[in-house]
């Protein structure tokens, strides 16, 4: 039977989405599909697995058959960006593919470039509500909404900016 649960992990805690999933799955529930932070797990108390989450944009079938012969099995995608994998928990010598030093700091910096793009693209569009051009708006209840939508999610997005450099900042100390 399916279970669905709906949890909030920003892309700067990729790790901690990774451990989330593991814990879920030695718990018997393991991901079947994810959808804008609704999780679909199906239940199965036999198997447990350990996942592997990694940012890649316009992924071709290599990459793919690259996770499946280092032992991984294509689950799901975010975005068609945060790709999802697992390998049965008793796979000791199965290894993390992407785990060095250089391509943690390059999934990072690829991170912080798709959100600055989403970000910057976000600004252009609520360009009319800070300049004012919506001035007959202010009136409206809506408009005040709109206005603190749009900083909750500014403040979001410098979040996750701010926490993705902390990230490479910390990769390149060691």
Known sequence: MAKRKFRLFLGSDVGKEEEWLTEMSRNGLHLQKYQLFSYTFEEDPEKSYV???DFQQNVKDDYLQLYKDAGWEYVTNAINAFHYFRTET???????LYSDKESIRDSFNRMIRFYVTIFLCFLVSQLGIFTG????????????????VDAVVIVLYVYVLLSL???VQSIERK
């Open 51 to 53: 996942y592997q989450i």
């Open 165 to 167: 450099r902390k990230r």
């Open 90 to 96: 008793s796979n000791k010598e199965v290894r993390k």
């Open 133 to 148: 051009l919506f001035n007959s708006w202010k009136s409206y209840p809506f408009y005040y909404t709109i206005v603190g």
